[in-house]
């Protein structure tokens, strides 16, 4: 599946237009049951679910998330292959997942822009030769630990997830299949009982949301009217019931 319109920036382009129609025809065969998707707008980050209709006009004028690829809040599988993707004869060493996490990375966090020192992992930013040097600033910080996560095998030895991956990808099951919290911290503490006992987990649901809301792919529940009328939220955050139908909240 071509991407390429991903990259685009005239979003009134008609290959814009039309590679927004083929993720949408695409995510429509994986919405909730209430017919929403998870909407991949800059905005939103698949912090919100909406009807096909909100996140089309979402993408167009918000934009989406050029880092993300493959689709999988929205029903790819995260070993699904595009077709600007290299021949089998020469697939790279990491799976194309962990490269697009490091894209969502960069996306998030322009490196550019901040003041970071050398590691291993990160390629250094110049410092200005004339005063006093100042130290990584917390989005740089953040940033050096997600990249690190997301280059770190999930354990020594692990050919086919990284730490940051194996998190994402869980979390995304979770989500899925309406897990609870207390199921998926007893899934997390078996995983870490199972695996080698250098596995790079988070011990519980609550270390994994932190890690989760970093990547700012955190999610808020908000009321909706039992006829969907409303949702509770911005003006309408404090009403008791519906203005349109008057049925209680």
């Not at 209709?53 to 004028?61: E, G, I, N, P």
């Not at 999988?72 to 077709?83: D, L, M, P, Q, R």
């Not at 808020?220 to 949702?231: G, V």
Request: net charge neutral; charged share 25%; hydrophobic share 35%.
């Amino acid at each position: 599946m071509d991407k390429s319109w991903m990259k685009i920036t005239n979003r009134r382009s008609r290959e814009y237009l039309d590679g927004v129609q083929q993720f949408l025809n695409f995510a429509s065969n994986h919405a909730h049951l209430d017919g929403k998707i998870s909407c991949p707008c800059k905005n939103c980050v698949h912090t919100n679910s909406w009807p096909i209709d909100v996140v089309k006009a979402h993408l167009v004028s918000k934009g989406i998330c050029r880092g993300y690829n493959p689709w999988i809040f929205n029903g790819e599988s995260s070993s699904a292959k595009t077709s600007t993707e290299i021949p089998n004869s020469h697939v790279q060493e990491n799976p194309i997942e962990y490269a697009d996490l490091r894209d969502m990375l960069h996306d998030m966090f322009p490196i550019q822009d901040m003041a970071s020192g050398p590691t291993e992992e990160v390629p250094s930013v110049h410092q200005p030769t004339e005063g006093p040097s100042e130290g990584p600033n917390e989005d740089a910080l953040l940033f050096m630990k997600l990249l690190k996560d997301a280059n770190q095998p999930c354990y020594e030895g692990c050919k086919h997830f990284r730490k940051l991956s194996a998190i994402v990808h869980l979390y995304h099951m979770k989500c899925l299949n309406g897990w609870t919290n207390k199921s998926f911290t007893m899934l997390l503490e078996f995983l870490l009982d199972f695996l080698p006992s250098n596995a790079k987990l988070p011990k519980d649901c609550y270390e994994a949301k932190k890690i989760i809301k970093d990547l700012g792919l955190s999610y808020e529940k908000i009321h909706a009217c039992p006829k969907d009328c409303i949702l509770y939220w911005k003006d309408n955050a404090n009403l008791e019931a519906c203005p349109n139908c008057n049925l209680s909240r």
